[in-house]
């Protein structure tokens, strides 16, 4: 069976951070590449970070870019989402995914949810102002 566990969501002031987790069970990270999303109450849904660590190829959206930080860790097979300098806006449910993409799709499609496999139950931020 095919687990995405989020963990580390929680609420944090504006101008803090908060690490997020994706331990993922059943696949592996060598075949799959994470992404993360989030959707947040009456906005649509948003891929904001991806990652291969096959090539350490990373992705991300310009709504979190230079404030957010993906990184993979095989042997443990999880994935991290770093995020620094939050803000209200940040606030959201985040939810890790799983695709089989291959790298040079990858990069067209890695913010694409109908493109991914499996998908985690999600954890919250919010961020007060």
């Known amino acids: 069976e095919v687990q995405l566990v989020e963990s580390g969501g929680g609420l944090v002031q504006a101008g803090g951070s908060l690490r997020l987790s994706c331990v993922v069970s059943g696949i592996t990270l060598r075949d799959y590449a994470i992404g993360w999303f989030r959707q947040a109450p009456g906005k649509e849904g948003e891929g904001i970070s991806g990652i291969d660590t096959n090539d350490v190829s990373t992705y991300y959206a310009e709504s979190v870019k230079g404030r957010y930080t993906i990184s993979g860790e095989s042997a443990k097979n999880t994935v991290y989402l770093d995020m620094d300098s939050l803000k209200p806006d940040d606030t959201a449910v985040y939810y890790c995914?799983?695709?089989?993409?291959?790298?040079?799709?990858?990069?067209?499609?890695?913010?694409?949810?109908?493109?991914?496999?499996?998908w985690g139950q999600g954890t919250q931020v919010t961020v007060s102002s």
């Open positions: 995914a799983a695709t089989m993409l291959l790298p040079y799709r990858l990069k067209l499609w890695v913010f694409t949810p109908n493109e991914y496999d499996y």
